[in-house]
């Protein structure tokens, strides 16, 4: 079976008025989609991200270049991820459908390459 990755896209702005009620009824909604994909045997793993952007690495001239994350001025972020298994395209389509997250942001979905 194929595995895929949700690369989960937001706007921080989309949550950030949010109560602490309604930030909790969020990561309820998402415990409980990815107890869904748990228990159909499809979830691989999953984790949120922090939201101050990271880091970003390359190698330019010989030297480990450094610098702080992708967003410092983009306006999304990339909040988390989750790796599930799926036939195909379509149904990892069907498995994410109904993903909470798709109410505040989008979701970049990827087959991994196995090697």
Known sequence: MAK??????????ATA??????MQACIEEYMA???KLAQAGR???????MD???????????RLLVTDGPYTEAKDVIGGL???????Y????????DCPHLA????????????
Do not use: N
Request: cysteine-free.
């Open 52 to 62: 101050e952007g990271g880091r970003r690495l390359k190698r330019q001239e010989g």
């Open 104 to 115: 505040i942001g989008e979701i970049e979905l990827r087959q991994i390459h196995e090697l």
């Open 43 to 49: 979830l691989i793993g999953g984790e949120k991200l």
């Open 17 to 22: 008025a949010l109560s602490p009620a309604e």
């Open 82 to 88: 989750f790796i599930i298994e799926a036939a195909d």
């Open 33 to 35: 989609w990815s107890a």
């Open 4 to 13: 895929f990755v949700l690369i989960l896209r937001e706007t921080p702005a």
């Open 90 to 97: 379509a149904e990892a389509e069907g498995l994410v459908a």
